[in-house]
């Protein structure tokens, strides 16, 4: 299972732009290891990338509260109106 999660990134590795750089690097992991927190969570990660980008969007910029965009802290409404949830069994916290 771990092996099939590191994947993406080692498929992707030669496309990636800068990704011989350390920061690219730090950026790869970071991005990978919060989608696949989103899809450990039963959530589809492109509505998951898309709710998060909107709200960075709107806000011209990061959210300032990052904590609300973690799987388990993310209304149902909102769930609901970009469609995120998978439909399989729920593994998270909350």
């Avoid at 690097?25 to 969570?41: D, H, P, V, Y």
């Avoid at 909107?54 to 973690?70: I, R």
């Amino acid at each position: 299972m771990a092996e099939r999660c590191l994947r993406p990134g080692a498929l992707g590795r030669k496309n990636y732009y800068g990704i011989h750089s350390e920061w690219s690097g730090k950026l790869l992991a970071a991005s990978m290891s919060i989608l696949q927190t989103a899809a450990r969570n039963d959530l589809n990660v492109e509505a998951y990338l898309k709710y998060y980008l909107d709200a960075c969007a709107s806000n011209n910029g990061p959210p300032p509260d990052l904590e609300q965009f973690l799987p388990w802290n993310i209304p149902d409404v909102i769930i609901r109106e970009y469609g995120m949830r998978t439909g399989r069994k729920h593994h998270g916290p909350g």
